[in-house]
């Protein structure tokens, strides 16, 4: 079975420059999570997705964050524009459905903002 | 509000060495699911186990095991015998009962095997 993907793995950016982020979670996986880990803490939940609808994106930034699963599938994260504080990896995750079954993640895509 | 802490920050052994990571927890929920997770060096983090609120059995797994203690609000994990493989940063997580709640992590420990 395939793992979650994600990509780019690395992005450098200069503050006030845009970038986007994509996941393809595991196939049947309805439930689809973004997280932010900054260096040394636990991952922050920024959006949940349940199919292609919204569950929770109550700590995303959404001045500049935005996020979306238009098929209920694929995922892009989007930062617009981009702050020196938001240099962290970010995290995909999927999980079967909204309930207390495990969460499986991606690799993470490491964002340095210059 | 919930929270995870975890206040051993950074651990170093010697390969063979049993070792026990720290996870205390804040819920006022009387049902939540506690989780540990991985991350090694490649970043990603990998699921080890969950736990129900109102199952206090302790579980081993090989040379894993936790120790759910409610009175304490304590979710501890133990390596036996660790290994250098076993160099990660691991983290405790709670998750609420209700459908579509997230999952709050703590800020993760450091282990080091050292051989």
């Known amino acids: 079975e395939a793992g979650v993907a994600q990509s780019p793995r690395y992005k450098i950016i200069e503050k006030r420059q845009s970038v986007a982020f994509w996941c393809n979670p595991i196939?049947?996986?309805?439930?689809l999570y973004w997280y932010q880990q900054i260096l040394g803490q636990g991952p922050k939940l920024l959006i949940q997705f349940q199919n292609n609808g919204v569950v929770d994106d109550s700590q995303l930034p959404k001045d500049r964050f935005s996020a979306e699963r238009l098929k209920g599938v694929d995922s892009t994260l989007k930062i617009q524009p981009a702050k020196l504080e938001d240099s962290a990896v970010y995290l995909c995750a999927s999980s079967q459905d909204l309930g207390y079954n495990e969460q499986f993640f991606g690799p993470g895509t490491r964002l340095t903002v210059l | 509000a919930q929270k995870v802490t975890q206040a051993q920050t950074e651990i170093s052994v010697v390969e063979k060495e049993d070792v026990t990571l720290d996870c205390v927890y804040e819920?006022?929920?009387?049902?939540?699911?506690l989780f540990w997770y991985k991350q090694p060096p490649s970043g990603e983090l990998v699921f080890l186990i969950r736990r129900n609120s109102f199952d206090e059995q302790n579980e081993i797994s090989g040379r894993y095991s936790w120790n759910f203690q409610k009175s304490t609000s304590s979710f501890n994990f133990t390596i036996t015998a660790s290994q250098v493989v076993d160099s990660a940063v691991y983290f405790c997580?709670?998750?609420?009962?209700?459908?579509?709640?997230?999952?709050?992590f703590g800020e993760g420990t450091q282990l080091t095997v050292n051989p």
């Open positions: 819920t006022r929920d009387t049902t939540y699911y």
């Open positions: 997580a709670l998750k609420r009962e209700t459908s579509g709640s997230r999952l709050t």
């Open positions: 196939s049947g996986h309805a439930t």
